[in-house]
T-cell receptor, first 112, second 112 residues
């Protein structure tokens, strides 16, 4: 069964304290892995799409990496405005891109 | 910048009422989706659409129905709301040939 597990559930950092969020997945052929940011009471905001093991993408203080079993979202020198829930999602290759499985997310708190 | 809109943003209604949650996008995307998300939990796909006059049920069983008469509009209807329908409902869209979904701000529904 296709599954996405994110860890930790919550992460508290001091401003400037770099860390990583983990997304472990099992899927019958990966079509794509997605990272989203979700602020309280809002819809998810797209961050990255990764398609194959070894791929990396960066945006400001965020860097996403992908292996055959997991993805990491690295946050370098975070600021309080990076506080949000970060969601990981995968699409299986045999679903035509319609079946997206989301993890429960990691809630990140960055203290000034 | 994704242009996808949902109304109302918040709705509190009594049991047995019929409601329609509106979703519109101005990007000309062929594919649209409805997700349900409870606090701190994963998003679950309840409906999706390939295009006009094409709709399918998602993995999560739902008593709601959808229609797709126009490309830009994908409303979700509950014929008789119940307290178990209390949740956040998120609408998303994606362009043909891509898998990246763009989300609206969500509708938070409370059924008393």
């Amino acid at each position: 069964e296709d599954q996405v597990t994110q860890s930790p559930e919550a992460l508290r950092l001091q401003e400037g304290e770099s860390s990583s969020l983990n997304c472990s997945y099992t899927v019958s052929g990966l079509r794509g892995l997605f990272w989203y940011r979700q602020d309280p009471g809002k819809g998810p905001e797209f961050l990255f799409t990764l398609y194959s093991a070894g791929e990396e993408k960066e945006k400001e203080r965020l860097k996403a990496t992908l292996t055959k079993k997991e993805s990491f979202l690295h946050i370098t020198a975070p600021k309080p405005e990076d506080s949000a829930t970060y969601l990981c999602a995968v699409q299986a290759a045999d679903t035509g891109g319609f079946k997206t499985i989301f993890g429960a997310g990691t809630r990140l708190f960055v203290k000034a | 910048e994704a242009d996808i809109y949902q109304t109302p943003r918040y709705l509190v209604i009594g049991t047995g009422k019929k409601i329609t949650l509106e979703c519109s996008q101005t990007m000309g995307h062929d594919k649209m989706y409805w997700y349900q998300q409870d606090p701190g939990m994963e998003l679950h796909l309840i409906h999706y659409s390939y295009g006009v006059n094409s709709t399918e049920k998602g993995d999560l069983s739902s008593e709601s129905t959808v229609s797709r008469i126009r490309t830009e509009h994908f409303p979700l209807t509950l014929e008789s709301a119940r307290p178990s329908h209390t949740s956040q409902y998120l609408c998303a869209s994606s362009a043909s040939g891509t898998d990246t979904q763009y989300f609206g701000p969500g509708t938070r529904l409370t059924v008393l």
